[in-house]
């Protein structure tokens, strides 16, 4: 993280500290099963080009939709 | 004619007393469920037990690859093999152990160990 981070990476990276404090707010025995699941996720595109911009944005936007949507009080686990 | 113009002029009449009225009770009603409490900060945390707290943290942190060796100097990048991403899980981590959230804009900057605790330090609602 020697180098400046780009806007973009930036909001990857708000993004994923989004989705983790999400994780943080569901009930302690189920947490893993969430950070491992958002580290699947975001892992999966860690190989895209950072020139990627249109790719990125709308992984960016798929993402913001999936947290609001698993956000939710009433979703306590995943797997 | 007289009369019309009382009945019309009635309710407006009616509606304005009515509404402080009900505003008032509103009010006496909203005080009597809340009894003014004061609220204390507790003492400080110095900047020793910091460290040692987030030190256990980042111990306890499954990702941290040279778990041996953390102190001040530590980075998270450079010494723990840290990615960009698992600096933000840690820091979330530390985040709830001391009841805190760091704003973005701090976190994106914070890279090492001492800089965490400095930031912490800073923090009133850290405890």
Do not use: W
């Not at chain 2, 450079?78 to 959230?101: H, M, P, Q, R, Y």
């Amino acid at each position: 993280m020697a180098k400046r981070l780009s806007g973009l990476q930036k909001e990857v990276i708000h993004l994923y500290r989004g989705c983790i404090r999400v994780a943080h707010t569901k009930p302690r025995p189920n947490q893993p099963h969430f950070v491992s699941y958002i580290r699947e996720e975001f892992g999966k595109y860690k190989g895209l080009p950072k020139k990627d911009f249109t790719a990125i944005e709308h992984l960016l936007r798929v993402g913001h939709k999936r947290k609001d949507l698993y956000s939710q009080p009433e979703l306590k686990d995943i797997h | 004619m007289f009369r019309t113009t009382l009945r019309a002029a009635s309710p407006i009449a009616s509606r304005a007393i009515s509404r402080p009225l009900v505003a008032k009770s509103a009010f006496i009603g909203a005080s009597k469920f809340v009894a003014p409490i004061r609220f204390y900060t507790a003492a400080p945390v110095d900047k020793k037990e910091i460290t040692s707290r987030v030190i256990d943290v980042i111990k306890a942190f499954d990702k941290t690859a040279a778990s041996s060796e953390v102190t001040g100097q530590t980075y998270f990048h450079k010494d723990l093999g840290l990615d960009s991403l698992d600096t933000v899980e840690l820091l979330v981590a530390i985040e709830e152990e001391f009841d805190i959230e760091i704003p973005d804009k701090v976190a994106d900057d914070l890279k090492s160990v001492g800089e965490t605790v400095d930031y912490i330090a800073s923090n009133p609602e850290a405890n």
